[in-house]
């Protein structure tokens, strides 16, 4: 399993021009120079054997299982992705162009994929290569529904329990450890996305963790450590689901759900602490890149926004209907202010196609706690919310230099738009309501009246009357604290649920507020 890097425009007109038309001799000499994102996203598939599998379906025309094809789409849709983001002009549009079709064959594949599948390692590594595809193109019910698929054969195969004597015989014991690892990842970062319960669960699994003291043949020990730190947020992501904001956690007593949030906001800390302190080790992943490459900084800057969106919805399961807690304001601003300082880049300006990849594997595969987080913050103090607001406003607009690249990154942008228009709309309503017009805004009570039931019934705003009738140590305010939480976390997901599906009606927004500024 070769683990070199790849000079990007070579690589691009090879894999793309010549792979499918030109013999094995030549897949054969380019196998030892693998692209980064290879090595990232699929760090257990040989490269040779990737490309022999494309060289039959594109140069030998076989029928190859539908496993296969999966993996071979997939992979070809990441390189284009990768080699877009990093080659300008002409060329980076032709592999963006390259790129689209490859992903339209995952998804004519995953169509005829059987509802069971025989539990083995190349279906284990189709499913898992399209569930990356899906993340990518904004469907994630997709990726959890393949990686749901993925978990079980995991579990059939027996790679939840590779631990002892059974790994010391296997001579892919180390692939196969790599491989749970990864599955488990993903189960847990959709499964949190989605406001599931993870399939993976810590009581039935005893495959030793991803240790950096540990030899991993082919795999270097600085994507040892950025999979450690991705395996550790898992942990705590999948922990946030079932203990945090699950019917039974939302059920717990306030000083049991402060010692779990103590306990999930330390491991994370301590996570993090780690991962920083392996940064010099992890950037050797990408020595054969330019100096500070965007590439780099993609992973670096995701990591980041990672730690930061997970510990907002770590902190966040402490807010009661009064309030959300500081702590929770100052990671989802630190998420904003990342991401905007990301897209402010000389790279991302230069070639959007690096700003529209971070978006993919990034943005979009992160949950929308701080965002909503921040704009229910900004609903609810609009007196004081214009710091906040700048902050909205930014990071929508860094979406719309990249909308037009993707259906995902479009739906996110309308999305996020219009959820920015209702803030700055309902700021301005609210702040006329202390201006002298006090006719007017006799007129305009009842409209804000509606507004504000109406946020509150999405889990955005809390009901004036809770606010104002409780004591903070009451048992009512407990209960309506609960329930908004759980109002809150659905509709998170269901917001989500809206960016797999037809988001026409939103794209009418701005000129429904448009009529209603000032009028609401």
């Not at 070199?4 to 010549?18: A, D, H, I, L, Q």
């Not at 965007?294 to 730690?307: N, P, V």
């Amino acid at each position: 399993m070769g683990r070199g890097k790849c000079n990007t425009k070579e690589s691009s007109s090879y894999v793309f021009r010549y792979l499918p038309r030109r013999g094995a001799s030549r897949v054969k000499a380019f196998a030892g120079n693998v692209p980064v994102g290879f090595d990232l996203y699929f760090p257990c598939t040989n490269f040779y054997d990737f490309s022999q599998k494309c060289v039959r379906l594109y140069e030998d025309h076989h029928e190859i299982s539908v496993a296969n094809r999966l993996l071979v789409y997939s992979g070809l849709y990441l390189l284009c992705c990768e080699f877009s983001e990093i080659d300008e002009g002409r060329a980076a549009d032709y592999n963006y162009a390259l790129g689209c079709g490859f992903s339209q064959g995952v998804l004519r594949t995953v169509a005829n994929c059987p509802m069971i599948m025989v539990a083995t390692w190349e279906n284990l590594e189709g499913l898992m290569a399209a569930s990356f595809t899906a993340i990518t193109l904004c469907k994630p019910s997709l990726s959890w529904t393949l990686i749901s698929v993925a978990a079980r054969l995991c579990q059939t195969l027996g790679y939840h329990r590779l631990s002892g004597a059974n790994a010391a015989k296997d001579p892919d014991a180390a692939r196969k450890v790599v491989m749970f690892w990864l599955v488990y990842i993903m189960d847990r970062n959709t499964s949190l996305r989605l406001g599931r319960a993870p399939i993976l669960q810590e009581f039935d699994i005893s495959t030793a963790p991803l240790d950096s003291s540990t030899q991993y043949s082919n795999f270097s020990p600085g994507l040892i450590q950025l999979f450690q730190y991705w395996t550790t947020v898992a942990n705590v992501q999948g922990r946030i689901s079932t203990q945090l904001y699950s019917p039974a956690g939302l059920g717990e007593s306030p000083q049991e759900r402060a010692r779990l949030i103590d306990s999930l906001s330390l491991d994370l800390q301590e996570a993090w602490d780690r991962r920083e302190k392996a940064n010099d080790e992890i950037e050797q992943i990408f020595a054969s890149l330019a100096p500070n490459s965007f590439t780099s900084r993609c992973i670096i800057g995701g990591d980041t926004i990672m730690y930061h969106s997970t510990m907002t919805s770590i902190l966040h399961a402490m807010s009661t209907a009064r309030q959300t807690r500081p702590a929770a304001l100052d990671a989802a601003r630190a998420y904003l202010r990342t991401s905007r300082e990301i897209s402010h880049g000389e790279q991302v300006k230069n070639n959007m196609y690096t700003w529209s990849g971070f978006c993919h594997w990034v943005t979009l595969h992160s949950p929308l706690t701080p965002f909503t987080v921040l704009f229910s913050h900004v609903i609810n103090n609009y007196q004081s919310s214009e710091d906040d607001l700048h902050l909205l406003e930014n990071f929508v607009g860094s979406l719309q230099s990249a909308r037009h690249l993707s259906d995902g990154i479009d739906k996110f942008y309308q999305l996020t738009s219009a959820f920015f228009n209702i803030a700055q709309t309902y700021v301005q309503a609210k702040t006329m309501q202390t201006s002298s017009d006090t006719d007017r805004m006799d007129a305009m009570q009842p409209a804000i009246s509606d507004f504000d039931n109406y946020l509150s019934n999405l889990g955005f705003a809390p009901p004036l009357a809770v606010m104002d009738s409780m004591d903070s140590t009451s048992a009512a305010e407990q209960d309506s604290s609960s329930a908004f939480l759980q109002d809150w976390c659905d509709a998170n997901v269901s917001l989500y649920g809206l960016l797999e599906e037809d988001l026409m009606n939103f794209s009418n927004i701005d000129a429904m507020l448009g009529q209603t500024n000032g009028q609401l």
